[in-house]
């Protein structure tokens, strides 16, 4: 190798190691930060209704498997090649992972790959509420760094802006700090499209493993979703491309097979141990959540649109004007492939990546708009190919220049985005609409500064900074509200500290019953105490010593439930307006 050529590579790998070590560092700390223990404190707890259902589904079956496993004297690795152990060791490592269980019931709502990651975390690192939320946080680690790889490798240039705003915008960050299903199907999702494209542009089939393998991945955490998704805009890539062939090539039977193998036993086995899964799933939780309310999710038409421009906060203005211009840039190729001699000049003529991502970006929004069941987390899949086309586009704007109007919208949002965090905790305190005039001067005087660091950072430094001026008010937001204000967001959003100060005050009373509270004071109490709670509305009143949470406003209600029974309030919990009281048992109360 020449000299010029051994120089080129060490500068090309030292950039490379410089972008991956400034990644890695951002990376963590957005999606780590507040997290875990050794990294900010685990700030928060557990918060509403699934977070709490999810990570006490995975307790319960990580007791069932350590439980059948014990009988066995064995573990998941064979003691021996006896054919005896190895049937031990398989029996073993099926063992609790099948039937997903809730308060010891079936629970199938959702497929099992969210509590199989949670097991394997809560075996490491302890039954925790960090822990449970490691599945989607180490899930969009993974995305973040194969957006980066595949973009270096197919679109050099944008990679890095791309991947840290996949990382730092509100809808990534939100669900990547979330003990839910939905990362766990939109990562693999998205790293699985990304690897067909790869596959189409290269023409080379081992591409298609990411396919077939994330796709299988994802399958086997939220359903049927994923393969249809993935269908639909490959099939709407492939027709207005006028290339069907591609759904013929797009069959790679050993990737069939892995799909077959790593998706079929687990939705054998698990109607074979519970009949009523296919119904209960397929037919109740998928066809019939999309088509009708029956689970009380009804929003409007529009719901998917303002939920993509607070997703894809601070970035909302980039990713929006980038993907006008991937339309433009669609709309051009469409003519180019109709009229050639016309459209010959265009700057992007024969690229069909922006084609391919507006597609993907738009389809699940569309698709979801008109489901009568409507939650922010269905469209998650569609946001990485917006922060792609905005990292893409920023790159390209390095040489002309960001329009004045864009850069002002942008750092306006920026702005923006510091003032709601900095009167967040006012409204978490006080419970008020309007904060005291002190703090909304303390935020306006924010938000301005920010808006004038991200303007005068730009203006100087050129489009290339943009990402590390945005940055900057993303981490301070970060700071603030965990950082600061982490003992807040737990005292109004989780059971935990609930459930701590009720084992304080009572550590000898075991039941503890509600009465008409939310559905996550529910869940969440249960998962804290780790027992399944008294419902006085489905279970009726216990005899026995208990302790009762209800609403401070259904107070007056008690003589209703609790006619000829001693009882006396131990505390009142008021960031969330509870009260929490001793029912004595039954016996007492009549002399007996």
């Known amino acids: 190798m020449p000299a010029w050529g051994r120089r080129l590579w060490k500068m090309s790998t030292a950039m490379l190691l410089w972008e991956f070590a400034a990644l890695f560092a951002v990376t963590s700390f957005l999606l780590f930060y507040g997290l875990v223990p050794i990294f900010g404190g685990d700030q928060l707890g557990l918060v509403g209704a699934d977070e709490p259902r999810y990570a006490q589904i995975s307790r319960e079956m990580l007791a069932a498997h350590n439980e059948e496993c014990g009988a066995l004297h064995t573990?998941?690795?064979?003691?021996?090649?006896?054919?005896?152990?190895?049937?031990?060791?398989?029996?073993?490592?099926?063992?609790?992972?099948?039937?997903?269980?809730?308060?010891?019931?079936?629970w199938l709502e959702k497929p099992a790959l969210y509590y199989w990651r949670t097991m394997g975390f809560f075996r490491e690192f302890g039954v925790s509420d960090w822990s449970a939320r490691l599945p989607s946080s180490t899930g969009a680690f993974l995305l973040v760094f194969l957006v980066f790889l595949h973009l270096r490798r197919f679109r050099p240039g944008g990679?890095?802006?791309?991947?840290?705003?996949?990382?730092?915008?509100?809808?990534?960050?939100?669900?990547?700090r979330g003990a839910s299903t939905d990362m766990q199907l939109?990562?693999?999702?998205?790293?699985?499209?990304?690897?067909?494209?790869?596959?189409?542009?290269?023409?080379?089939?081992?591409?298609?493993?990411?396919?077939?393998?994330?796709?299988?991945?994802?399958?086997?955490?939220?359903?049927?979703?994923a393969p249809f998704f993935a269908l639909?805009?490959?099939?709407l890539f492939a027709g207005l491309r006028r290339e069907w062939s591609l759904l013929?090539?797009?069959?790679?039977?050993?990737?069939?097979?892995?799909?077959?193998?790593?998706?079929?036993?687990?939705?054998?086995?698990?109607?074979?141990?519970?009949?009523?899964?296919?119904?209960?799933?397929?037919?109740?939780?998928?066809?019939?959540?999309?088509?009708?309310n029956r689970y009380?999710?009804?929003?409007?038409?529009?719901?998917?649109?303002?939920?993509?421009?607070?997703?894809?906060?601070?970035?909302?203005?980039?990713?929006v004007r980038a993907m006008v211009d991937?339309?433009?840039?669609?709309?051009?190729?469409?003519?180019?492939?109709?009229?050639?001699?016309?459209?010959?000049?265009?700057?992007?003529?024969?690229?069909?990546?922006?084609?391919?991502?507006?597609?993907?970006?738009?389809?699940?929004?569309?698709?979801?708009?008109?489901?009568?069941?409507?939650?922010p987390g269905y469209i998650l899949p569609a946001i990485p190919p917006f922060c792609i086309l905005a990292g893409d586009y920023l790159f390209r704007m390095r040489r002309e220049g960001m329009a004045r109007w864009l850069l002002a919208a942008h750092a306006a949002l920026c702005g923006v985005l510091v003032l709601v965090v900095v009167l967040a905790p006012q409204h978490m305190e006080y419970g008020t609409l309007v904060p005291p005039p002190h703090w909304i001067a303390i935020g306006a005087g924010?938000?301005?500064?920010?808006?004038?660091?991200?303007?005068?950072?730009?203006?100087?430094?050129?489009?290339?900074?943009?990402?590390?001026?945005?940055?900057?008010?993303?981490?301070?937001?970060?700071?603030?509200?965990?950082?600061?204000?982490?003992?807040?967001?737990?005292?109004?959003?989780?059971?935990?500290p609930l459930a701590r100060e009720i084992q304080r005050v009572v550590p000898g009373v075991k039941v503890l019953a509600v009465e008409d509270v939310r559905r996550d004071i529910e869940y969440g109490l249960s998962f804290y105490r780790n027992e399944p709670l008294v419902n006085y509305d489905t279970d009726g009143v216990p005899a026995g010593e208990h302790v009762l949470v209800i609403k401070t406003t259904d107070a007056p209600r008690l003589d209703h439930w609790l006619s000829g029974r001693v009882y006396e309030p131990l505390f009142l919990y008021e960031w969330q307006g509870l009260q929490v009281y001793k029912v004595y048992p039954y016996k007492v109360a009549s002399g007996k």
């Open 75 to 106: 573990m998941m690795m064979p003691s021996s090649l006896e054919p005896h152990a190895l049937r031990a060791a398989m029996h073993c490592v099926l063992a609790g992972t099948i039937t997903p269980v809730l308060n010891g019931q079936p």
């Open 159 to 176: 990679h890095l802006d791309a991947a840290i705003i996949t990382a730092s915008c509100v809808g990534i960050l939100s669900f990547a």
């Open 186 to 225: 939109a990562a693999p999702f998205c790293i699985g499209m990304l690897g067909w494209y790869a596959w189409y542009e290269t023409g080379k089939k081992l591409w298609l493993f990411d396919l077939y393998f994330f796709g299988a991945a994802a399958t086997l955490a939220k359903g049927p979703v």
């Open 232 to 235: 639909c805009i490959i099939l």
């Open 248 to 292: 013929r090539r797009t069959i790679w039977w050993p990737g069939v097979l892995l799909y077959l193998v790593m998706v079929l036993p687990w939705y054998i086995a698990v109607q074979y141990r519970n009949p009523t899964f296919y119904r209960l799933f397929f037919l109740e939780h998928n066809l019939e959540r999309f088509a009708t």
């Open 296 to 319: 009380q999710h009804h929003e409007p038409v529009w719901f998917y649109g303002v939920v993509v421009l607070i997703a894809l906060m601070p970035w909302t203005v980039l990713a």
């Open 326 to 375: 991937a339309v433009d840039v669609s709309i051009a190729e469409w003519k180019v492939r109709h009229n050639p001699q016309r459209y010959l000049g265009h700057t992007r003529a024969g690229d069909a990546f922006p084609e391919f991502l507006v597609l993907w970006a738009l389809f699940p929004i569309v698709f979801f708009s008109f489901s009568g069941s409507k939650l």
């Open 446 to 496: 924010a938000a301005l500064a920010t808006m004038l660091a991200v303007w005068v950072i730009v203006r100087g430094g050129g489009v290339r900074l943009v990402a590390s001026a945005t940055l900057a008010p993303v981490l301070g937001s970060m700071i603030f509200l965990l950082g600061f204000h982490g003992v807040d967001l737990d005292l109004n959003y989780s059971a935990r």
